[in-house]
């Protein structure tokens, strides 16, 4: 499918009034349960928290769905609304799920529910919180479950017990049913890889509110022993930096599930229980060295000079000293989980290294240090978007030399995060005649996730005047490729205007009397749209300003994701 068709499907809805339907007001009174307010899958909420009142909401499964209601803040110059949100069952009388801040001040409560009807409760954090927040209300299909906890005992079998095997790649699932209970998962590798687990929101309820994982190897028989950190969140169900040093040999591991140690009791209903039910994502990067990319006659770190490799093979080399690197190229054809690990090379061997990945223009996207002249280093991370990309091996400090042994591996993420970044008003929009330049931004926390409605604006325009956001897919050509962006519309009669969008599709806004035009944008709750990029700009309509009688706005990137933060 074109890309035109891609973004036009995504983005038509928002003309008119489906896009209106997604973004509503609160309606008070919502104090109790019986007046919750009926929420509609991928609605966003624009609501109020009066100091010490409870705000209610509703909706219905007609099937099971893994469901998400999260707060985000507002416009001002200190959005901060510090919320809890808990999911309880129709009568509001037992609780399911709940999240404290997993987002800063705002909650992420996610949860895997059957079809059924549920109220939902937000309230301050503290009886003085007040202010504007949003509520989003997202259902995504459940994710798969691979593998579920065996019989107890499950946990260390040097103690006796039986863990649950796995396969890697899976989502597998468990109950802790006492805040002492210890799970193991075991799997097998049969080559060099690196290994991810996180837990999101694939668990059944009432949800385990707090979960830890960690790494335990094999190293004799009936010999188990801790390696890398565990991973947990103290206000969060969520679990997602859970690492081991360097790449994971073949032989015998297991994940550690159990509840958070190092948590507060609180004070119900806003209390860590510590038992319930979670579920944990797996992925595996294997690492076996299929082919080996040798680096180029030096100078070798531009994208011209660069070896090529793919993610899978091992790359060696030789660091000169004075901070050169060396780079590798690959290609990614979407969102991609990126491993990279180096080892000292053949002698002389050097002891400590850094990695990067640079994107097709030559910016860095991610980094790994080791931490030091006798540290390698370690970098994993996800690219959302497909393409080409380098991997940079350079030496830990500026004198270090030496060769190194490059392993790669890379998988499909078991998230992509969403994102929302802007240009500075100030470098690229252009004053209107009212002294000021249009601002295009978005409520502090809210992000274009799927299956949600995101809502932005653009402010300092005139009042009750004509505004156009414009939205593409680039913000480097235009046209089919054939227009280099941004554009130029000083000979059209605005000079200091810059068009930085390809203008693939157009809205039109009435600002209110403010000066402020909203816009409201539902994205598809399906998997395949996430790490798809929409860039965005307003074209606002000033007359008094110039020949071309327009201002325009500066410009902001959407990257669509299934992670929220």
């Known amino acids: 499918m074109r890309p035109t068709v891609v973004l036009s499907s995504l983005l038509l809805p928002l003309v008119g009034t489906h896009a209106l339907a997604q973004s509503v007001a609160e309606l008070e009174p919502n104090g109790t349960v019986a007046q919750g307010q009926t929420l509609i899958a991928g609605q966003h909420v624009a609501a109020n928290l009066v100091a010490g009142e409870q705000d209610w909401f509703a909706f219905t499964l007609a099937a099971p769905g893994q469901v998400q209601v999260r707060t985000s803040g507002n416009y001002a110059v200190n959005p901060s609304v510090d919320t809890y949100v808990a999911i309880y069952d129709a009568a509001g009388a037992t609780r399911l799920a709940w999240d404290d801040n997993s987002d800063g001040t705002h909650s992420v409560c996610g949860v895997t529910l059957p079809a059924g ?263 994993i991370a996800t690219l959302r978007e497909p393409g080409f990309y380098y991997l940079e091996v350079a030496g830990a400090v500026f004198a270090g030399t030496g060769n190194y042994l490059l392993r790669t591996g890379g998988g499909t993420p078991m998230f992509v995060a969403s994102s929302f970044t802007t240009q500075p008003p100030s470098t690229n929009a252009c004053i209107g005649s009212n002294g000021l330049r249009p601002n295009f931004a978005r409520p502090s926390g809210e992000q274009p996730f799927l299956g949600s409605t995101f809502v932005s604006r653009v402010s300092n325009v005139l009042p009750n005047t004509l505004v156009a956001p414009i939205y593409g897919l680039s913000n480097v050509t235009a046209s089919g490729g054939l227009v280099p962006l941004p554009v130029d519309l000083a000979p059209l009669g605005a000079p200091g205007c810059f068009v930085r969008v390809d203008p693939i599709v157009v809205d039109a806004v009435i600002a209110d009397a403010n000066g402020v035009a909203s816009f409201a944008l539902p994205i598809p709750p399906s998997i395949a749209s996430r790490g798809f990029s929409i860039f965005a700009q307003c074209l606002c309509l000033d007359l008094p300003l110039n020949p071309l009688g327009l201002s325009v706005s500066n410009d902001v990137r959407m990257i669509l994701g299934d992670r929220a933060f």
Request: glycine share 12%; aromatic share 8%; hydrophobic share 35%.
């Open 117 to 379: 009807s549920y109220s939902v409760l937000v309230v301050g954090k503290t009886g003085t919180v007040q202010g504007d927040y949003g509520l989003d209300y997202v259902v995504l299909p459940p994710a798969p479950i691979g593998n579920v906890e065996g019989a107890e005992p499950n946990d260390n079998p040097a103690a006796g017990a039986t863990p649950t095997p796995i396969t890697l790649g899976n989502t597998f699932t468990g109950t802790i049913a006492t805040t002492s209970d210890v799970d193991w998962f075991t799997f097998t590798l049969t080559t060099r890889a690196v290994v991810q687990a996180v837990v999101m929101d694939d668990a059944g309820v009432p949800q385990l509110d707090q979960t830890r994982v960690a790494f335990q190897q094999e190293t004799g028989p009936n010999a188990w022993v801790p390696i890398g950190t565990s991973s947990f969140i103290t206000t969060s169900h969520r679990a997602f930096n859970l690492s081991h040093p360097g790449t994971l040999l073949p032989g015998n591991y297991a994940i550690e599930v159990s509840s958070a140690t190092s948590t507060a009791a609180g004070t119900a209903p806003w209390n860590y229980v510590k038992t319930g039910a979670y579920s944990v994502r797996t992925v595996v990067m294997e690492m076996p060295g299929l082919g080996l990319a040798l680096e180029t006659p030096e100078p070798n770190n531009t994208t011209a000079t660069a070896s090529f490799l793919n993610l899978g093979d091992d790359a060696q080399g030789f660091i000169t000293g004075s901070n050169e690197g060396d780079w590798y190229g690959f290609v990614i054809s979407g969102p991609t989980t990126v491993a990279a690990m180096c080892e000292t090379g053949a002698a002389p061997g050097i002891t400590g290294t850094s990695l990067r990945i640079l994107d097709s223009n030559g910016n860095a996207v991610a980094n790994g240090s080791g931490g030091g002249a006798n540290a390698h280093a370690r970098l």
